[in-house]
């Protein structure tokens, strides 16, 4: 028990430890839906359209004998 205490001790702040590894893992992402109404001069002219969005990171760390390593994947679709 206090080898995995100390083994989760090693990521940083909202990163897990892989089981059975010494690599570190933080999987975050966003999710935006805007709600954009518009309303014309003419009686039944409105309009009502969605925008969605999403991003999705993984971000993966590991200490090797060469020093930190770290991977960053970002895949998603943010915009205004």
Do not use: H, W
Request: charged share 20%.
């Amino acid at each position: 028990m206090a080898g995995q205490a100390q083994a989760a001790s090693r990521c940083p702040p909202g990163f897990a430890m892989l089981q059975a590894s010494d690599t570190c893992v933080r999987i975050s992402g966003t999710v935006r839906a805007d709600a954009v109404a518009a309303s014309g001069r003419q009686a039944g002219s409105g309009s009502y359209r969605m925008e969605p969005g999403a991003r999705v990171q993984i971000d993966v760390r590991k200490q090797t004998e060469y020093g930190p390593l770290r991977a960053v994947i970002a895949v998603g679709n943010l915009r205004r």
